[in-house]
């Protein structure tokens, strides 16, 4: 089993329109949890950290669910500039104990249309 | 301008050619990683370094080689031996810690003909 898993998508949504997607994870002593975002042939971005207490920036929400060991992003308002891969991260232990490694999932696409 | 520069950002090369890919960081940060990403997947770990003088293999090192002489560079080579090098490579550093933030380079797409 993977140690990240997100749909892979696409969601095809339209302009305004609240879109959501999910991230399981496999151990539970993942410590920290990320949403970058990723546009066609660039380099990831960090988006937002997500928090236990849940956290917003503007018209993004991250979720933190530690007993169902899943992260969610939801986006209210979607803009056509959205339209990008949304990659979920989880810091996990490496497998000598001394560092934590991040580990990616495959990425949600998203496509955002008039 | 503090960052992480990759360079290349297209290189091609025949196969059977070793080719190395740089990296260079100037943001004073401890840990740096290497990522493979093919079209419509997720970053795959290839090596990564949390300190000068030491790296350990990531998920596919296999056919690749890292070192790290200097905190600000870690350089990879992509051997031979690789079996299917056409890809987007990306290097990424970070601080050290459980909450610790990674910052990527731009990727350098190589093409193996």
């Known amino acids: 089993r ?23 994870y496999s151990n539970s002593a993942s410590q920290s949890f990320f949403w970058y975002r990723q546009d066609c042939r660039k380099e990831p971005k960090l ?10 920036d503007g018209r993004f929400t991250a979720q933190l669910n ?7 992003l ?4 979607s803009k056509l500039s959205d339209s ?14 001394g560092s934590y490694i991040p580990t990616f999932g495959r990425g949600t696409s998203l496509i955002v249309h008039p | 301008d503090g960052g992480i520069t990759q360079s290349p950002k297209y290189l091609f090369r025949k196969e059977g050619q070793n080719v190395t890919l740089s990296c260079e960081q100037n943001l004073n940060h401890d840990a740096m990683y290497w990522y493979r990403q093919d ?10 370094s949390q300190i000068v003088n030491d790296f350990q293999k990531g998920d596919i090192a296999e056919g690749y080689s890292v070192s790290r ?12 031996a690789q079996k299917n090098p056409t890809a987007f490579y990306l290097c990424a550093s970070s ?16 093409t193996v003909t």
């Open chain 1, 2 to 24: 993977k140690e990240v898993e997100q749909d892979p998508g696409p969601f095809n949504v339209p302009e305004g329109a609240t879109v959501a997607f999910n991230c399981t």
């Open chain 1, 47 to 56: 988006l937002m950290s997500v928090y236990s207490s849940g956290n917003e």
């Open chain 1, 66 to 72: 530690r007993a169902s060991q899943y992260i969610s």
């Open chain 1, 74 to 77: 939801l986006i209210r308002d």
């Open chain 1, 84 to 97: 990008a891969t949304y990659l979920c991260v989880v810091n996990l232990l490496g497998e000598s104990g």
């Open chain 2, 39 to 48: 079209p419509g997947q997720g970053l795959r770990l290839i090596y990564y």
């Open chain 2, 69 to 80: 002489e200097k905190k600000e560079s870690f350089p990879l080579t992509v051997t031979s």
């Open chain 2, 95 to 110: 601080i050290q810690g459980a909450s610790s933030v990674q910052y990527f380079g731009p990727g350098t797409r190589l």
